[in-house]
């Protein structure tokens, strides 16, 4: 009987320490340490939903993300006010999503754009996120899909966004909306496309954009070198091949992934720019080329605040599910846009 005991209690040690063995290789890196029941949750996922298809289907993939954000996202919040419309302008037509939070006149005008890689994701995607923007800040959020690469490559997701915020600026009064309190948004590739669109609507004379949020944006998609880069990559993230596969459908000649609209980061001359909000995720490869964005901004004289999430990995933002660190993020987003778009 006691040998019997002795076996038991070396077999519970055993599996315990094998568990103990097995967080700790998936939530440790050297450059931070994943939240443990995040990094549990995007493990199992990766071992019972392997990506058993064709890479170089787009179609497969971008059904394989889409359903991911899914998972991860909580149920739509409620919200009664949403309409489908598209923004026609310049012989432009980009479709768009406008959520409006209540019925007052002259609101601020807040443009968001998704995240996906420049490749995938939709105002489908952002949805739930449009919605707690839109209610938690009393702001009209207009959701703007744009063109996807590699069928579309760059510029003209840029294009598109700007074209909405051309309409949007034009068309304040019709949608209740304060054209001289607009915002742009984003998060990954949108936040990317933002940042964009900023330094675009300063080049051209407007229109003017009172302040912009970035969530863990790509800011350099010339160079893949960062220390975060070198961290991070692999870990529950993108890997750095993967990341150059997008950026290949994006931006295909690699001279032009120096061109500013495309690496934000590359700019010569931040003045001008609007007032930020960065948000970045601390176990991302893209964090370092994000704060290094807002160390140029903040250079040029522009008012920057810069917010890291510990413990969380790329795409946090969308998985509210499974970390309160989503909510957390979209809090700040809240209280900066009330400040702003405030005054």
Known sequence: MKKIITTIVLIIIAIFTVGFLIINNITHTSGGTINTYLAANLQLNKILNPKNFNKNDLKEVRKYSNGLISKWTEKPIEFSDIKNEVAEINSRKVPIRIYTPRKDKNLPIIIYSHGGSWFEGSIETADNIC??????????????????????????????????????????????????????????AGANISAAVSTMARNKKGPDIKCQVLIYPSTNIAELNTKSWGDFQNRLNISSEEMEQYISYYVPKKEERKNPYASPLLTKDFKGLPDTLIITAEIDPLRDEAEKYGGKL?????????????????????????????????????SYIEKELGK
Do not use: C
């Open 131 to 188: 919605r707690k923007i839109s209610k938690n800040t009393g702001a009209i959020v207009i959701s703007s899909e744009y063109s996807l690469a590699p069928e579309k490559p760059f510029p003209a997701a840029i294009e598109d966004v700007y074209s909405v915020l051309q309409w949007s600026y034009k068309n304040a009064e019709q949608i209740n909306g304060d054209n001289k309190r607009i915002s742009l948004a984003g998060d990954s």
């Open 298 to 334: 903040r250079e040029a004289g522009v008012k920057v605040n810069l917010k890291q999430f510990k413990g969380v990995t790329h795409g946090f933002i969308t998985m509210d599910k499974i970390t309160n660190q989503a909510n957390a993020a979209l809090q700040e987003v809240y």
